[in-house]
């Protein structure tokens, strides 16, 4: 759910199996939290749990895969 406020889910489509890396950042670009993840082609979720220590803002998500920016979404914590 978007907004959330401890656990929230990423989908997404990839074109290719490989493995990802998902980064949350503040809106000042500071890294939150990184994750690594391995993705499969076609329709894919990212679980990120225990996010209750993240103070309530706007941050952005961004997934990269093979060194190429595949997903950017924001998200509002609650």
Known sequence: PN????DVTI?????????????????AGQTML?????ITKGYNNIKIESLSGLAAGMYMVQL???GT???NQ?????
């Open 34 to 38: 990184s994750k690594q993840s391995t």
């Open 3 to 6: 907004p959330f406020t401890e």
């Open 69 to 71: 920016v595949i997903n």
């Open 74 to 78: 924001k998200l509002i914590k609650n």
């Open 64 to 66: 990269t895969m093979n």
């Open 11 to 27: 989908r997404f489509t990839a074109t290719e199996n490989g493995t990802a890396i998902m980064r949350i950042t503040n809106l």
